[in-house]
C-alpha cells in the first residue's frame, strides 16, 4: 500500500472530480472557491492540477462517452 499526502489545493480539486463533471466544469468550481493559487490564473492552476494527478496516476480522464454508470 502507498500513501500520497496531497496539497489542500489539490485536495479541493479531487474533491470536485465526481466522475460526471467535465475539466471545463471542475476548473470554474474551483475558481469560483477563490483558492490561493499564487497570483495564478485559478482556471490555469485548476487544469494543470487537474493534469498532475492524473500523470500521478490520482485520476482518471474519461471522455464523455466513456464515463462509467453509477
Not at 2 to 18: D, F, G, K, P
Not at 42 to 61: D, N
Amino acid at each position: 500500500m502507498e500513501y500520497v499526502a496531497l496539497s489542500r489545493l489539490s485536495t479541493q480539486l479531487m474533491e470536485l472530480c465526481n466522475g460526471r463533471r467535465s475539466v471545463r466544469e471542475i476548473s470554474e468550481m474551483f475558481a469560483l472557491s477563490l483558492p490561493d493559487t499564487g497570483g495564478i490564473d485559478p482556471v490555469k492552476a485548476s487544469v494543470f492540477g487537474l493534469e498532475t494527478l492524473r500523470r500521478q496516476g490520482l485520476l482518471g480522464a474519461f471522455n464523455s462517452s466513456e464515463v462509467p454508470a453509477l
